[in-house]
């Protein structure tokens, strides 16, 4: 079955510092792997996107990561804002039938 | 440019009643996705459009839902009768090329439907 699980649910940081949010996915043939913030009441914003050959890829402070192998990847943060206060969510395009799967996202909170 | 614009922002509805939001997607875009968001279930896309031609609805509920695309500008999305359990906010997104290409999605700011 197709899934894209992430982790952690939530998380809170002190600004200015890092974090790395994971994801971690089932979804077979994989097509690509997006990476979405979406600030409250807001629609989601793509940070990255990543296909099979490529293992990172950076967008400002944001860094993801891809092992296609494992089936993982990763978002960090570095020198965190207060406007990265937000929910980032993890999805996962598939081959073949062209389905778009979605984790449920991590809530993350920056405290000054 | 403004961005993939909804409307309305807000709706509130008795339960039964019919519900239409809107969508205006980025000019020359030619792939539209409908999406619901809850905190239960997060993201969930309904349908998508690739050229105005419905390609995947498999995400859309139950035949109370439906969704059209008349021309390349516009999209709605229908609830016909509304039930409580509908209440959540609905994204339309657009992008250039088909759901298999690697392009940005770009989401607009989303209608809070709330049914009563």
């Known amino acids: 079955k197709n899934q894209v699980e992430q982790s952690p649910q939530s998380l809170i940081i002190l600004e200015g510092k890092n974090c790395t949010l994971q994801?971690?996915?089932?979804?077979?043939?994989?097509?690509?792997l997006r990476w979405y913030k979406q600030d409250t009441g807001r629609g989601p914003v793509s940070l990255t996107i990543?296909?099979?050959?490529?293992n990172t890829k950076s967008n400002g402070r944001y860094t993801a990561t891809l092992d296609a192998d494992t089936k993982q990847s990763s978002l960090h943060i570095t020198a965190s804002q207060l406007s990265d206060s937000a929910s980032y969510i993890c999805?996962?395009?598939?081959?073949?039938?062209?389905?778009?799967?979605f984790g449920k996202g991590t809530r993350l909170h920056i405290l000054p | 440019d403004a961005g993939v614009i909804q409307s309305p922002r807000h709706e509130v509805t008795e339960m039964g009643q019919e519900v239409t939001l809107r969508c205006k997607p980025i000019s020359g875009h030619n792939s539209l996705f409908w999406y619901r968001q809850t905190m239960m279930r997060g993201l969930e896309l309904l349908i998508y459009?690739?050229?105005?031609?419905?390609?995947?609805d498999s995400g859309m509920p139950e035949d109370r839902f439906s969704a059209k695309m008349p021309n390349a500008s516009f999209s709605t999305l229908k609830i016909q009768p509304s039930e409580p359990r509908d209440s959540a906010v609905y994204f339309c997104?657009?992008?250039?090329?088909?759901?298999?290409?690697?392009?940005?999605?770009?989401f607009g700011q989303g209608t809070r439907l709330t049914v009563v």
């Open positions: 997104a657009s992008s250039l090329g088909s759901r298999r290409t690697n392009t940005e999605a770009f």
């Open positions: 994801c971690n996915y089932t979804v077979s043939p994989f097509s690509n």
């Open positions: 459009f690739n050229n105005n031609v419905p390609i995947d």
């Open positions: 990543m296909t099979f050959s490529e």
């Open positions: 999805v996962v395009s598939a081959g073949g039938d062209d389905k778009i799967i």
